[in-house]
């Protein structure tokens, strides 16, 4: 069973940086792709930033530049570095796995309420960004 648990959340004031931690069970990281997402009050499910099994990166336009994903398979753990935090980036971050699909594909449908995230998200962990 696919266990994901989200940590690193926090509040910080406009500028500053946090990075996001996500503890998979075993295997995960192997056997899919992974992304991070997040939920404001008032607006749609946002993906965030995705990354494939070999490596390869995707990002929402509004994130591209300042966060960064990464993962190590070896400690089954997700992270999202997040840097030069906006007040717009105040939400739950959710870790997410789905099976292979094309990046920036998967980005664009997590806002979709029709169906679910992804195969496998987690509880989510809050960042809040005060100005």
């Known amino acids: 069973q696919v266990q994901l648990v989200e940590s690193g959340g926090g509040s910080v004031q406009a500028g500053g940086s946090l990075r996001l931690s996500c503890l998979a069970s075993?295997?995960?990281?192997?056997?899919?792709?992974m992304g991070w997402f997040r939920e404001a009050k008032g607006k749609e499910r946002e993906g965030v930033a995705a990354?494939?099994?070999?490596?390869?990166?995707s990002y929402a336009d509004s994130v591209k530049g300042r966060f960064t994903i990464s993962k190590d398979n070896a400690k089954n753990t997700l992270y999202l570095q997040m840097n030069s935090l906006t007040p717009e980036a105040t939400a739950m971050y959710y870790c997410a796995a789905f099976t292979r699909a094309p990046l920036g594909w998967w980005l664009r449908t997590v806002s979709r309420t029709d169906i679910n995230p992804a195969n496998y998200w987690g509880q989510g962990t809050q960042v809040t960004v005060s100005s």
């Open positions: 990354i494939a099994s070999d490596g390869d990166t």
């Open positions: 075993t295997y995960t990281l192997n056997n899919f792709y």
